[in-house]
């Protein structure tokens, strides 16, 4: 009699957690979709692992914003180890894996540099994900009052579901703009501190070269006059 | 007692699925966000320290702090903070532009550390994904309808001030390549006049010379 009362309780206790995981209270719920943009100093090797599930699609993109050369490589492994993608002094890329289960690690590396550090931006797009993307979008436990109209509810919601897809597209395509954008603009600016540095260089190098030519074309007359009488 | 327990530690499981990487003791990290003004940032991290004998990351571990620092476009500190070992910073920007994120963990337990590696699992959130749906819902008591539509509201305010940062940042492009344009040619012109001044005031230089040593 005892055990029957005993076991349902653990059950209700653990069935009134998840709304108190989900609003990210502990461990929080990361998003689907993240770009990151970090500065990798010269000579060195960067990694980042992302844990995905079974039939998952991770899609990553990657640009060099800024950096001597504008090139970085790029190694990209499945769980077990095996490189699914390996290039080699590359400014940007596109690759899409259909996964496994398991974490997927991809690497930045920038030894072949010896001095210049590169300024990287990638991004992950994660599709599939299953139960979280689910987990996420259900609202309806916060919500009060209900709506009342002359159209389905249904049908709405079906319309602002796709204006929210479209958007999101709109979104990951101004990053994408940034990102260009951000890296045009730092080869002008590099370009624009080459350009003054190098004209100085020159004006000094022109003014001191003819000083020279002169003064040398002097002493040479000088001695050979000395020894004229 | 078996599934109950299982279902919670599944749970608990689900919320390690985002990126994360490796840092060494006391290392630092920087993340650059180039964002509009008036746009918040939530960052989330959870850190998991490297067991040397058992070979495996433990799930937690509290005594580790993570130090966080955000610098605004100009450099200046905008957050600088100890977090525990997990933890949740947020910041609003008031320029626009390149916002630097830095973690660093200041770890005490130099022993501990013998591993020397730090799993970090880090979460940047920007803008109107900062937002927090449920807690809106329930703070302004709206319906599903009302909900998505602020949604949606919120989304397109954030893109639209993407926009009108990309118009700024646009515009100082723009003057930095005229500027580039106009000194090339200033200075290719300006070199040109001084080879030209330089060969006159050599030849006249030698040429007085010469006639003053009598050579010519």
């Known amino acids: 009699m005892g055990d029957k009362i005993w076991l349902p309780f653990p059950v209700l206790l653990l069935a009134a957690l998840p709304p108190v995981l989900l609003p990210g209270a502990a461990g929080f719920a990361p998003s689907l979709d993240s770009d990151f943009t970090f500065t990798l100093p010269a000579g060195q090797k960067e990694c980042f692992y992302q844990p995905m599930p079974l039939k998952a699609s991770l899609e990553i993109e990657y640009q060099v914003l800024d950096g001597a050369g504008l090139d970085i490589d790029f190694h990209l492994a499945s769980p077990e180890g095996r490189t699914l993608v390996f290039e080699q002094r590359k400014s940007d890329g596109v690759h899409t894996v259909e996964t496994e289960v398991g974490d997927y690690m991809f690497c930045f590396d920038n030894t072949f540099s010896t001095i210049s550090e590169k300024v990287i931006f990638f991004e992950l797009i994660l599709d599939n994900m299953g139960e979280q993307e689910e987990e996420q979008e259900d609202w309806k436990k916060y919500i009060t009052g209900t709506d009342m109209l002359d159209m389905k509810l249904e049908d709405i919601l079906e319309s602002i579901n796709s204006i929210k897809s479209r958007l999101s597209k709109s979104g990951h395509i101004q990053t994408l703009l940034r990102a260009f954008e951000a890296r045009d603009r730092n080869i002008q600016e590099s370009n624009f501190d080459r350009v003054n540095f190098w004209s100085m260089v020159n004006l000094v190098v022109m003014v001191v070269v003819s000083a020279i030519q002169v003064y040398m074309l002097k002493s040479l007359f000088e001695d050979k006059r000395k020894s004229r009488t | 007692m078996g599934w109950p327990v299982l279902l919670l530690l599944a749970l608990c499981a689900a919320g390690a699925r985002g990126l ?197």
């Open chain 2, 20 to 216: 994360y990487f490796h840092i060494g003791e006391t290392e630092k990290r920087c993340f650059i966000e180039e964002i509009p003004d008036e746009t918040m940032v939530i960052g989330n991290y959870r850190t998991q320290m490297w067991d040397k004998q058992k070979e495996v990351f433990l799930p937690s571990t509290p005594g580790l702090g993570m130090h966080v620092e955000v610098k605004d476009p100009e450099g200046k500190v905008v957050l600088s903070r100890q977090y525990g070992s997990e933890g949740r910073f947020t910041f609003t920007s008031h320029t626009p532009g390149e916002h630097q994120i830095c973690l660093h963990s200041n770890s005490t337990r130099m022993a501990l550390f013998a591993g020397g590696r730090l799993r970090v699992h880090l979460d940047i959130q920007v803008g109107e994904h900062a937002n927090n749906y449920p807690e809106i819902a329930a703070k302004d008591k709206l319906t599903e309808l009302q909900l998505r539509a602020r949604q949606l509201l919120d989304q397109v305010e954030q893109i639209q001030k993407e926009q009108d940062y990309q118009r700024y940042r646009e515009e100082r492009f723009r003057l930095t390549s005229e500027s580039t344009n106009q000194r090339v040619l200033w200075w290719s012109i300006a070199q040109t006049v001084i080879l030209i001044l330089t060969g006159i005031w050599q030849m006249r230089h030698l040429k007085s010379f010469f006639e003053a040593k009598k050579l010519v």
